[in-house]
């Protein structure tokens, strides 16, 4: 199923994993941030990728 949202959840520790597998979609500020208005299902594989490479588990998508 295609990915038609993207969040981060409260606990981010701004690892800067999420925004090195896919920069599209995660900027790291102070702590991550999701792009809006991107297309999620052409990103696919590094969103999957950020969620379980993350560290603090708060990178969340929903189908």
Same mark, same amino acid.
């Given at each position: 199923?295609?990915?038609?949202? /993207?969040? $981060?959840? %409260? !606990?981010?520790?701004? *690892?800067? $994993?999420c925004? *090195?597998?896919? +920069?599209?979609? =995660? /900027?790291?500020?102070?702590?991550?941030?999701? #792009?809006? !208005? $991107?297309?999620y *299902?052409?990103?696919?594989? +590094? $969103?999957? %990728?950020?969620?379980? #490479?993350? +560290?603090?588990?708060?990178?969340? =998508? *929903?189908?």
């Amino acid at each position: 199923m295609a990915i038609k949202k /993207v969040w $981060i959840e %409260e !606990g981010c520790a701004a *690892s800067g $994993i999420c925004s *090195s597998l896919c +920069p599209e979609v =995660f /900027v790291l500020k102070d702590v991550a941030h999701v #792009n809006e !208005g $991107i297309n999620y *299902s052409d990103y696919e594989k +590094p $969103i999957r %990728e950020a969620a379980e #490479n993350c +560290p603090m588990e708060v990178v969340k =998508f *929903s189908e």
